[in-house]
């Protein structure tokens, strides 16, 4: 049982910049994807950024491509996602995961909203 919590969701102004952070307890495997969904209101759930933990090989949606930043932290089984550039369009609740085989599990989210 792999358990997520998340931090550093908040108001920003557009064109802000805010980083959120996830770390991980429990077990988990030598090597996973750690990464970053969201979901905007009447939206579903979309994938946003990842990371493979042993490698550090990065994958982001093309909406944040060269606006958002994801990396791991000093500390174990931590991750990071710098968000720059904000739009409105960012707004949505933030959830951190973490997948391995057929193993998903999912933070409870925080909350990242844009203003115009």
């Known amino acids: 049982q792999v358990q997520l919590v998340e931090s550093g969701g908040g108001l920003v102004q557009a064109g802000g910049s805010l980083r959120l952070s996830c770390a991980a307890s429990?077990?988990?495997?030598?090597?996973?994807?750690m990464g970053w969904y969201r979901q905007a209101p009447g939206k579903g759930r979309e994938f946003v950024a990842r990371?493979?933990?042993?490698?550090?090989?990065?994958y982001y949606a093309d909406s944040v491509k060269g606006r958002f930043t994801i990396s791991r932290g000093n500390a174990e089984n931590t991750v990071y996602l710098q968000m720059n550039s904000l739009r409105p369009e960012d707004t949505a609740i933030y959830y951190c995961?973490?997948?391995?085989?057929?193993?998903?599990?999912w933070g409870r989210g925080t909350q990242v909203t844009v203003s115009s």
């Open positions: 995961n973490v997948q391995y085989g057929p193993n998903d599990y």
């Open positions: 429990g077990r988990t495997p030598s090597n996973y994807y």
């Open positions: 990371i493979l933990w042993s490698g550090g090989s990065t």
